[in-house]
């Protein structure tokens, strides 16, 4: 049991101290806003689609498997977020605040924590299902997010939909996973110096991220906004994953899929959505809010998660 204990943390919190490096050496003045700024679209337009490129260009085919890996974690995207957008109108007054509220509910930092995370804890063999579940991922969390931040945002004007979709499909991680498929399915051929280096920019993508979150983490907005912050930090980071892993135990759902299941729906809120929260007329300091306290928090409770399903022996 110690051990099983120990394990779980030994593979988590080296994610939560490199968030605590990054804050450290942004308060020595060592990280400066605009470095910050720069690492962020390096590691989200550059590192992180060429990461997702290497891995996906590698597989080798759909198996009935991965298919229904995809089409349940899509059917279970929607359904929570249909469900916390419900809650959220019956608990909350303030409508303005909901469509911030609902998209850091429910919608997880998979890209930067699922892949590196499972492959820590399962094995090499949860990087392909990882990569797979990413074409599923990305395009349902963006859609979903535009719908919500639209429909309950601060900004009362009008918006652009048609505008906000193209920008959603032109994503460069999106793009990368298209690319990866399509390069896979025709079987190009890549010059390994070419693949070296998209593999040596790729793999800065994960210490990068983290580094730059603890470099943007604010005190003062840490304090502000706490009950829709809670509300949404407990239902991310607790109530949805227990829920979701329940559901996906009974259909059968084991090992390196059923963990991934878990990162997926147990991971804090992803980075872009304080990004796409501003953009939309959402709630930013609320958006900056969530993302600390689900980062902060998931260290302990993605480590409580490893070693119940490990006690469980479910993974």
Request: charged share 10%; aromatic share 12%; net charge positive.
């Amino acid at each position: 049991m110690r051990s099983d204990l120990l394990f779980s943390l030994d593979k988590v919190m080296p994610f939560f101290l490199l968030i605590l490096t990054g804050y450290l050496l942004k308060r020595l003045k060592f990280l400066p806003d605009a470095f910050l700024d720069s690492l962020n679209k390096f590691v989200y337009r550059l590192a992180l689609p060429l990461s997702l490129f290497s891995t996906t260009s590698a597989v080798k085919g759909f198996t009935p498997e991965n298919r229904s890996f995809m089409l349940a974690a899509a059917f279970l995207i929607f359904a929570t977020f249909s469900v916390i957008w419900l809650i959220a109108e019956l608990c909350f007054r303030d409508k303005r605040i909901i469509g911030t509220l609902v998209q850091g509910a429910f919608r997880g930092n998979f890209v930067l924590l699922g892949i590196p995370l499972a492959t820590a804890v399962v094995g090499p063999e949860a990087a392909v299902p990882a990569s797979i579940a990413m074409a599923a991922v990305i395009p349902v969390y963006s859609t979903l997010s535009v719908l919500v931040l639209v429909a309950r945002g601060v900004s009362g004007d009008k918006i652009n939909i048609k505008r906000l979709m193209v920008g959603i499909v032109t994503t460069p991680l999106l793009i990368a996973i298209m690319a990866g498929f399509f390069v896979s399915w025709i079987r190009l051929p890549i010059p390994g110096m070419v693949m070296q280096t998209i593999d040596f920019i790729g793999a800065t993508a994960t210490p990068l991220g983290l580094l730059a979150i603890g470099g943007l983490f604010n005190m003062e907005a840490a304090t502000s906004r706490l009950r829709p912050s809670i509300f949404s930090s407990i239902i991310k980071l607790i109530l949805m994953p227990v829920a979701v892993i329940a559901a996906c135990y009974a259909m059968g759902f084991r090992g390196a899929d059923l963990f991934l299941f878990y990162i997926l729906f147990g991971a804090p809120v992803a980075i872009s959505s304080y990004a796409m929260a501003t953009e939309l007329g959402g709630d930013g300091p609320l958006a900056s809010n969530i993302l600390i306290v689900t980062t902060f928090f998931s260290s302990f409770t993605l480590s409580a998660g490893i070693y119940i399903m490990r006690t469980l022996e479910w993974i």
